[in-house]
């Protein structure tokens, strides 16, 4: 099967898109590819690997931070990368917890800062994503402030001062950028 042409476009109104160069056939497989970033919320850690998303009644934890479970070695180390700066966050907080959307928030920079590229970015990159700013009421905007500096709270091991980080990477932007109105 040739892979299928994807490209980049504005709608008036409704913000960038995708579509294909070509024609397909219903339910054929467009495009795949790994999430930029996720986390496990609350609720499912200890129950789900949080490398390959399992569900698992022997899990084993991180020896460091005692949050992260994985079903073995092999998801242990593929997930290294991408939780080894968290893992020293989580540490510098217990016995408090971040909420779902900080951790989340907290994994997107580590990997901003990494410039590591995914396939998916050739598509779009964070910096591509529209934060609808204008569209939040001032309550919901001043929730996302304050989810910002429980942000730079659970990242002060890793990032000492938000000035450290590039222009390109900031704090309340990635909230409004993933949070979503409904």
């Keep these: 099967m040739e892979p299928v ?7 008036p109104g409704k913000g960038s898109g995708l579509r294909s ?22 609720q499912q850690l200890g129950s789900v690997c949080e490398r390959c998303l399992r569900r698992n009644e022997n899990l084993h934890r ?13 998801c242990q180390k593929e997930a290294w990368l991408d939780h080894k700066q968290e893992c020293k966050c989580l540490k510098s907080i217990e016995p408090n917890f971040p909420p779902d959307s900080v ?3 907290g994994r997107i ?17 964070f910096s ?6 204008e569209q939040l009421s001032e309550e919901m905007k001043d929730g996302l402030r304050h989810l910002a500096q429980t942000l730079q709270l659970y990242l002060k091991t890793e990032i000492q001062d938000e000035s450290q980080l590039p222009p390109a990477i900031d704090f309340f932007q990635i ?8």
């Excluded at 991180?62 to 092999?74: H, L």
């Design 5 to 11: 042409a994807l490209e980049r476009f504005h709608s």
């Design 62 to 74: 991180c020896s460091q931070c005692k949050v992260a479970k994985y079903c073995g070695r092999t």
């Design 103 to 105: 951790r989340l928030a």
């Design 21 to 42: 160069r070509r024609s397909v056939r219903p339910g054929e497989l467009l495009y795949r590819d790994v999430p930029f970033a996720y986390v496990l919320s609350k």
């Design 109 to 125: 920079v580590f990997k901003l800062l990494r410039q590591s590229v995914c396939p998916s970015e050739k598509l779009y990159s």
């Design 175 to 182: 909230f409004t950028k993933v949070s979503v109105k409904i």
């Design 128 to 133: 591509d994503l529209q934060s609808n700013t």
